[in-house]
């Protein structure tokens, strides 16, 4: 399966600023997304990213506040804006193989403060 | 709402015993179907999919399949204290959607 690293792995935040996770895939693929895991809880979609569109969101996340770049095969970012303590969570990128089969990245572990 | 349910757990079983996971899923227009192993501050890990009825085997590993009731378990075999972590089903949906949609999971424990 593609090796995939998302940076950073955690971070400590302030309210109301910006964090970038980047999401790196050692292998071309076509469609990747991002996930969220707040604590406790299983994973919610926020948005599928395709590489020369625009990102796909899921009810209740906009692009405003989750902006999504996907400049090519191999990478991927997710922003979270204006964050709150709400936004505390796990925050994955996934890719899908062969098709079918989705891996995972190692997650970005995000409390903010 | 296209939902994917899993009892939260804790399952509890002996070492070398058989782990049965459940989920249902309420879109009949899944197409296939995943399991996820995730260790507490890890990610989710894939540990096999399905999407045809029946049985499939991998290791210690069987996911069983039944459409006509919208049902998917997962069995393991021989369970081992390294098997304790949180177990995720997810389902794929309809053509032209790829995610996943994740049932809550179902958190085993296997006591030496």
């Known amino acids: 399966s593609a090796v995939i690293s998302q940076k950073p792995s955690r971070d400590i935040c302030q309210r109301g600023t910006s964090l970038t996770i980047q999401c790196q895939v050692d292998s071309q693929v076509t469609m990747m997304f991002w996930y969220r895991q707040q604590p406790g809880q299983s994973l919610t979609l926020i948005a599928t990213?395709?590489?020369?569109?625009?990102?796909?969101?899921e009810s209740g996340f906009v692009i405003d506040k989750f902006p999504i770049s996907r400049p090519n095969l191999t990478f991927s970012t997710l922003t979270v804006s204006n964050m709150s303590p709400e936004d505390s969570s796990i925050y994955l990128c996934?890719?899908?193989?062969?098709?079918?089969?989705?891996?995972f990245g190692p997650g970005t572990r995000l409390t903010v403060l | 709402q296209k939902e994917v349910e899993q009892n939260s757990g804790p399952l509890s079983v002996p070492e070398g015993a058989i782990a049965s996971l459940n989920c249902t899923y309420s879109?009949?227009?899944?197409?296939?179907f995943f399991w996820y192993r995730q260790y507490s501050g890890k990610s989710p890990e894939l540990i096999m999919f399905?999407?045809?009825?029946g049985d499939k085997e991998d290791g210690r590993f069987t996911a069983q399949l039944n459409k006509a009731s919208q049902y998917v378990s997962l069995l393991i075999r021989d369970s081992q204290p390294s098997d304790s972590a949180t177990y995720l089903c997810a389902a794929k949906g309809y053509t032209g959607r790829r995610a996943l949609t994740f049932g809550s999971g179902t958190r085993l424990q296997v006591q030496p």
């Open positions: 996934s890719v899908e193989e062969y098709g079918n089969t989705q891996y």
């Open positions: 990213a395709n590489q020369g569109s625009e990102a796909t969101y």
């Open positions: 399905i999407y045809s009825n």
């Open positions: 879109d009949r227009g899944s197409q296939s």
